[in-house]
């Protein structure tokens, strides 16, 4: 499966669009990984128990689309957007969404 950020994929012809899929992903926030995030923020530096967790959340939004745009029998998903927000009391949780538009390469 071809997924890309790009409307279309050079040298491949699209022979049919599927549709809209998305995939999302939230995962709450633990409180030792809040606790020494926020040390690392009093202390400066980039947190890796947050880049970890991004990048965990990244890859489940982005392997849910994936399963849904084969679902429609599509073998690409082009245009795929990830849009980041906390949500939940206190910004407890982290959503990833991943969207795009599913089609079928000749």
């Known amino acids: ?7 279309q994929i050079e040298g491949r012809r699209i022979t049919r669009y599927c549709g809209v899929v998305a995939g999302e992903a939230i995962l709450g926030a633990n409180v ?3 606790l020494f995030a926020g040390l690392r923020d009093i202390v400066g530096g980039r947190s890796a128990t947050y880049e970890r967790e991004l990048q965990r959340a990244r890859e489940i939004a982005l ?3 994936e399963e849904r745009a084969q679902e429609l029998g599509a073998n690409a998903v082009v245009g795929v957007d990830l849009d980041y927000e906390v949500l939940g009391q206190g910004n407890g949780m982290l959503m990833v969404s991943a969207s795009g538009t599913a089609l079928v390469l000749e």
């Open 1 to 7: 499966m071809i997924i890309t950020t790009t409307p």
């Open 32 to 34: 030792f990984k809040d």
């Open 63 to 65: 392997k849910e689309l």
